[in-house]
């Protein structure tokens, strides 16, 4: 999620991908290629969101209408969003710096990078694509209390210096996008991380991860890594928890998380790369 270069035209040269750009009337031309992989990944995770996911995300869904054969357009995101939240999409590369990255959640938009990945990389990459931005997290952000929840980290990590912002990242990370909540039906998915991931979707919910009543201190304690399946998941005893901390002080959370220092990682160590 961070980058030292904001710029869409340096996109391919840091991470594969080249961000599609939008015509003058705010439209992407989507190669048929682009459109298949869009579909497969609709019609494959789809299937796996009855009794897995929070009703607020199938609301959401519902609310968003998104087309199955084609990668929709960012304009027919907006007005949906607009509509619910007053949120709206904002087309990046898919890397971004961490200040541009805060400024957008701030304004309430949300960064979508406009490239999908390629039908080899299906089940994991790295960077965030159109489709982990739209169908993992939209949705949610057409519920009132995530999206304040959404906006006010916005604010505040805008405000933050350096080292506060990695502690923020570690709460984000454990809420916006690997966040669990308990219902009345079960333990249900809101974290867009997850949903978007098939493999994720089954691992969160099974006996193989530990699961953590939620408390933002332990958050942002918390170390993880982005390119495994999670080993920790904090649940939510209820959606409205996100809106509640919205109104709380969580700088002073972040403050007192560095006091305590980190957590030991409950992985192994990211291998290291080899020239």
């Known amino acids: 999620m961070t980058s030292s270069n904001p710029h869409l035209s340096d996109v391919a040269s840091k991470t594969g991908y080249r961000a599609r750009l939008p015509d003058e009337n705010g439209r992407i031309d989507w190669p048929e290629q682009d459109n298949a992989t869009w ?27 998104l087309p199955e054969d084609r990668v929709p357009q960012l304009a027919d995101i907006d007005r949906v969003l607009q509509a619910s939240t007053g949120w709206q999409t904002a087309q990046v590369p898919a890397l971004i710096p961490f200040n541009t990255f805060f400024e957008l959640l701030a304004n309430r938009r949300f960064p979508v990078a406009t490239f999908i990945r390629t039908p080899e990389e299906l089940d994991y990459l790295k960077e965030p694509d159109i489709f982990h931005e739209i169908f993992g997290h939209c949705p949610m952000l057409t519920n009132p209390a995530f999206a304040e929840f959404t906006a006010t980290y916005g604010r505040l990590g805008l405000a933050a210096e350096p ?51 939620f408390d933002p201190i332990e958050a942002l304690r918390t170390p993880y890594r982005i390119d495994i399946l999670q080993p920790l998941y904090y649940v939510l005893d209820d959606l409205s928890t996100l809106h509640e901390l919205s109104q709380q002080d969580i700088m002073g959370m972040v403050h007192k998380a560095m006091e305590l220092g980190l957590h030991e990682p409950r992985f192994e160590p990211a291998p290291k790369k080899t020239a």
Do not use: N
């Not at 299937?47 to 607020?56: K, S, T, W, Y």
């Not at 669990?180 to 089954?202: H, M, N, Q």
């Open 163 to 213: 080292k506060e912002r990695v502690y923020l990242a570690r709460l984000y990370w454990m809420t916006v996008e690997f966040g669990l909540v308990d219902t009345p039906a079960g333990r249900r998915i809101y974290g867009g991380g997850i949903i978007s991931s098939p493999k994720e979707t089954l691992h969160a919910l099974s006996d193989v991860p530990e699961h953590l009543p």
């Open 39 to 65: 579909h497969t990944l609709m019609q494959r995770q789809l299937g796996m969101l009855e009794g897995r996911v929070c009703q607020e995300y199938l609301d959401g869904l519902e609310r968003l209408a």
